[in-house]
């Protein structure tokens, strides 16, 4: 089978949130969303959004082994789910996310001449009533409070139970990157497994898991389901809703809004070819830190004459296979094996990856008066690092080191190699051979890392454009999934870009604008070298 995934370079986020912004902007800004971020920009060390959601002790996310060796939920099977189908406690709470708020701001315009200075006072967009504000969606930003909340992260308890002076939050002693995170979309989604209504479901053609907003009954079993808690629920509709991976865009070869707004350009979309019947066995592996592996094992060469024979076999498009040859995510994942699952030990097999960060150590060596991008002494201080090795294996790779230190010692041996290079010198072959790889390899991995175009760091093959057009056909008025009060689908700017909604002429609905055309239109804009005429 074959997916569209996801590789984050997390050595380039600036932590500007504008993929926050424009997702919420084209996504959830609507009534009953307001506290509901389908991409997110966490701090870390930092609690998370909603706060300490890798607790899964508490959440009851993801999968474990029962006494069998075989798969499980952790939020309990069907029985468990039956009865406590109208009351389920294991879900967090508005103050786990937070309240969201606007302020009177008519209050300051309105208020009469007098002694006193006038107020914006905070009001509750859920209640309309004055609040307190006490949490945000970014409350850790830049460590705000980390003497205070950051011994709160479930990552920095783990590491400190291997580790103990690993993590201090003195000031001089802190560190921090930026972890972006959007759902998933897991080759094995415990929130599919978790929803008693069928609702929740992974798409066949391109793996992107969504919610059929007309079969979804407000059970709300996939947000305990979701170890990531990446599916949220509209008080508003008593629907779930989570991230589509920006479906109508991929349908016609756009990258997400996400990855398209992204300042540091450190988000790679492609297509990743698996093998399904491997899924549940890699998922099953005993050991926590043996998942990292079983799932790259899951994944399949596109270049190898016997898969592609059988994704033929399988009905995959020539478009498709065409696309995994290309892909970023598979160079990077498969092949450079520099880019980490998200929390691997939930056995979702997660398929939003990431590329450690590993900048801070240059600038420390720099400061030493070392030579910051000497192989030598990046290999030596990689063990140093100011984020401990031992946390970012908590993240990335279930508490294993290996793996993580390996994909930081291929971005060392990368920064040095192409120094050499942009000095004119001739790089030293070891440097590449120590990590297992090849100058030409190196180089490669760097146009990909450091100076991809456009088309290189969306690889979106368009084979679905057809079906992409029958499906927003067919999205009649009276069967629109969104067709609900104040959804997207009542009118005006729909969802899909301008003039996507229903249309009312005389009390009679007519057909909406097939959006599909609006995304060619808009793909030739994003991507031209010159504004197109009027």
Request: with cysteine; glycine share 8%; hydrophobic share 35%.
């Amino acid at each position: 089978m074959a997916q569209i995934a996801m590789v984050m370079n997390l050595d380039k986020c600036i932590g500007c949130h504008t993929c926050s912004v424009t997702c919420k902007q084209a996504w959830t800004n609507r009534n009953g969303m307001e506290y509901v971020w389908f991409n997110n920009v966490e701090t870390r060390p930092g609690q998370g959004y909603p706060r300490r959601y890798e607790d899964q002790d508490k959440w009851r996310g993801g999968w474990e082994l029962n006494k069998k060796g075989a798969l499980k939920l952790k939020g309990g099977g069907r029985l468990r789910k039956l009865a406590g189908i109208f009351s389920n406690p294991k879900l967090p709470e508005i103050k786990d996310y937070y309240e969201p708020w606007t302020y009177d701001y008519k209050n300051l315009t309105d208020a009469p001449l007098g002694d006193d200075y006038p107020v914006a006072q905070p009001r509750s967009q859920i209640t309309g009533k004055p609040m307190k504000i006490e949490w945000s969606s970014n409350w850790d930003d830049n460590l705000g409070g980390a003497p205070q909340y950051g011994d709160l992260d479930p990552m920095v308890q783990k590491t400190r139970e291997k580790a103990a002076e690993k993590v201090k939050f003195a000031f001089e002693q802190t560190f921090m990157f930026y972890l972006p995170r959007i759902c998933e979309h897991c080759l094995n989604p415990s929130c599919v497994a978790s929803c008693p209504s069928g609702a929740m479901y992974k798409r066949a053609e391109d793996g992107i898991v969504l919610v059929d907003q007309d079969h979804c009954r407000g059970w709300r079993m996939c947000v305990t389901g979701c170890p990531y808690k990446k599916v949220y629920f509209n008080h508003r509709t008593g629907k779930a809703e989570k991230c589509t991976m920006c479906y109508p865009r991929v349908e016609v070869g756009l990258p997400t809004v996400c990855s398209e707004t992204c300042v540091g350009r450190l988000r790679y979309l492609g297509v990743i070819l698996y093998d399904a019947d491997k899924v549940t066995a890699a998922a099953e592996t005993k050991d926590d830190k043996a998942l990292y592996e079983a799932q790259l094992d899951v994944f399949l060469d596109p270049d190898d004459p016997a898969v592609r024979r059988a994704a033929e076999e399988a009905g995959i498009p020539f478009d498709w296979m065409e696309a995994a040859r290309r892909s970023p995510v598979h160079a990077l994942i498969s092949k450079y094996k520099v880019a980490l699952p998200l929390h691997p030990e939930y056995r979702t097999m997660p398929m939003v990856w990431y590329i450690p960060p590993l900048s801070p150590v240059v600038d420390a060596l720099t400061e030493t008066g070392h030579d910051g991008e000497d192989h030598a002494n990046l290999f030596g201080a990689i063990d140093t690092l100011r984020i401990p090795l031992e946390y970012l294996a908590e993240i990335f790779t279930a508490g294993d080191v290996g793996p993580v230190r390996a994909s930081l010692e291929k971005l060392a041996a990368m920064r040095s190699h192409m120094r050499a290079v942009n000095l004119g010198d001739r790089p030293e072959q070891a440097i590449a051979e120590s990590v297992g790889m090849s100058g030409a390899e190196i180089e490669e991995m760097y146009r990909l890392l450091a100076i991809a175009k456009y088309e290189d760091r969306y690889v979106i093959p368009t084979a679905a454009v057809g079906d992409a057009q029958r499906l927003e056909e067919s999205a009649l008025p009276d069967s629109c999934s969104l067709d609900y009060e104040d959804g997207p689908g009542m009118g005006g700017e729909g969802p899909f870009g301008g003039d996507s909604g229903n249309t009312t002429t005389g009390g009679r609905k007519l057909l909406p604008v097939v959006s599909v055309e609006n995304f060619h239109l808009t793909k030739r804009r994003q991507t031209a070298d010159q504004q197109e005429e009027a």
